[in-house]
């Protein structure tokens, strides 16, 4: 079966880096998807990782390890806007997205 | 604009109703999804199509059907609602190619009482 780990919840300050990780076991892989939801909304894309290494997009960069289940989140200059739930998705086999709870993150001031 | 529409945003209905809850998109995607979120929770997959006349039940079952005459068109029903429905309800779609990125609506908040 699938099974996605990530942190429940961080805290980070404004300005700062911040690195929300996720583990996740799965007997297919297609990709791995960072998504942003703010509460009430819907999500929104971030990032997809097939292949390993680190994908840089602005201020969000995203890291993936097949070999190890791991991905990573990274966030540089931390905006109050920053606040929201960021939800890690194995595309598996079937090419259909398996969840992760999410992590929400809280910028402080 | 190429979108994803969801209506209604909110909805309160009583325990026994029928409801349809409407999605459509203008990007042409064959893919379309229905997931059911609860606050905090993570994201369950309730059904998806890839394309006209293809529907299959996701891991959830939620006593739902859909039906996908259209492209652009995947309305998902609740043939007797009960409070257990009520929950976030998400449309998405997806064009396929390398990334397979789905691209979500507003959703819809459904309170059963």
């Known amino acids: 079966g699938q099974n996605i780990d990530q942190p429940t919840e961080m805290t980070a300050t404004e300005g700062a880096i911040v690195q929300i990780n996720c583990t996740y076991q799965t007997s297919g892989f297609n990709g791995l998807f960072w998504y942003q939801q703010h509460a009430g909304e819907a999500p929104t894309f971030l990032s997809y990782n097939v292949l390993d290494g680190l994908e840089e997009k602005g201020r969000f960069s995203s890291f993936l390890s097949r070999s190890k289940g791991y991905s990573y989140l990274l966030l540089k200059e931390l905006q109050m806007k920053d606040s929201a739930s960021y939800l890690c998705a194995l595309m598996d086999s079937n090419y259909q997205l398996i969840w992760g709870a999410g992590t929400k993150l809280i910028i402080k001031p | 604009e190429a979108d994803i529409y969801q209506t209604p945003r909110y909805l309160v209905i009583g325990t026994g109703k029928k409801i349809t809850l409407e999605c459509s998109q203008t990007?042409?995607?064959?893919?379309m999804y229905w997931y059911q979120q609860d606050p905090g929770m993570e994201l369950h997959l309730i059904h998806y199509s890839y394309g006209v006349n293809s529907t299959e039940k996701g891991d959830l079952s939620s006593e739902s059907t859909v039906s996908r005459i259209r492209t652009e068109h995947f309305p998902l029903t609740l043939e007797s609602a009960r409070p257990s429905h009520t929950s976030q309800y998400l449309c998405?779609?997806?064009?396929?190619?390398?990334?397979?990125?789905?691209?979500f609506g507003p959703g819809t908040r459904l309170t059963v009482l």
């Open positions: 990007m042409g995607h064959d893919k």
């Open positions: 998405a779609s997806a064009g396929g190619g390398d990334s397979n990125e789905q691209f």
